[in-house]
């Protein structure tokens, strides 16, 4: 079965190639095959043109690594002509199992790359026995294969957002994201101006001025590249970051009211950070009666976890003009009142009016960005952390980017 039906149609189909001999070597403990060819034709590996005679034999023969057969690394022996081409000179035929100047079999690298997609690329190697270096190269020439065509690919509505791979204040990465397609566009080391506008500078200006939106949070090096390269796109920051922002105000005015009383006004406070942060419907029966009693005795609190529950009707309007009536009209409601985190985030918002009434229109958040964001920390903690960045961008890209050949 393995030597009539299964090795002819992985390697050859069954054409120009046949199996001439296969045994157990008990000395390396792998099955090897050995093929020969049946024709006087052969393929230039260089520009794939066919010749229809051969100059002599390239050696003894030339091994490949194929996918285990029973269990029992399986290699792969040929002899190897040389062809004499017109346009490449003298070159070394092309076989139709594996590519040029590579010792794995197509069926072989798809094994790899599909390992790689689950598990470290460490771990690879330990499951194939193979090096690591081999198993980095294969990502990385797949993944420069496929970038041309995934970044020609429409882009319409992108998210940009920073991610950070280790210790230190430099180890960010700046992530583009096409909301249309679901998938990763580019990948950046840095999170400053200049890591953003060198996506434009690829994208080029014609593409840049096709952008209908950008989801980002409120980084001024990302507003800034954005505003210069695709100033029709509408900037639109992110949901999630206005409303850290806001409990981030409501969670300094606690630790304000935490340090103005003592006593049992003081212990009141204590232990409730995560009891006011949270939204009212997504408090527990149990702890809302604590909640109350905090909100009772407390004003100053009552008021700013008022606010807080309020500004979440803004995110229901569906035009700009009602979503910023509704901001001036909530800002009304801290008049007199002192809490002077609540005006600040609300200045923020005023400075940002653009990008935050745009939620209205186009209604986007980076959270599925966010959610690649955690994939990123995961590769990063599954290989226990990446010297090179260069890498874990390779297996970024890999992990996100999928392909239906399953040759590669």
Known sequence: MLENEVLPRQLYGGNGWRIAHREYDLRTLELVVRLEPTRQSAVCSGCGETKRR???????????RHLDAWRVRTVIVAPLRRVKCRWCGIRVEKVPWARPKSRFTHHFEAEILDRARESSIQG???????????VMRLLERWVHESAEKQFRRKLRRIGVDEVSYGRGQKKYLTIVWDHDSA?????????EKETLDAFF?????????????VT????QGYIASVAKHAPQADPVFDRFHIERYLTKAVDEIRKQEFWRHGGPLRELVRGKKWLLLRKWRRVHWRRRGDLA???????????AYLAKEQFDHAWSYRTEAGMLDFLVRWRRLLNWSRLRPLLEFYDMLMRHKAGVL?????RLTNAALE????????????????RNPDHLMVVLYHASWRSADARR
């Not at 690879?124 to 081999?134: A, F, I, K, N």
């Not at 500078?201 to 939106?213: E, I, N, T, Y």
């Open 293 to 303: 009693v905090l909100l009772h005795r407390n004003e100053r609190l009552f008021r």
């Open 358 to 362: 745009a939620w209205a229109k186009h």
């Open 124 to 134: 690879v190697c330990r499951q194939l026995g193979v090096h690591w270096t081999s």
């Open 201 to 213: 500078a690829k994208l080029g200006v014609r593409r840049a001025h096709r952008l209908v939106c």
């Open 54 to 64: 051969f100059l002599d034999y390239k050696g003894k023969g030339r091994r490949w």
């Open 183 to 191: 998938r990763v566009v580019w990948i950046g080391k840095g999170r």
């Open 371 to 386: 959610g690649n964001n955690s994939r990123v920390r995961g590769l990063s903690i599954r290989a226990r952390g990446y």
């Open 216 to 219: 980002m949070d409120m980084a």
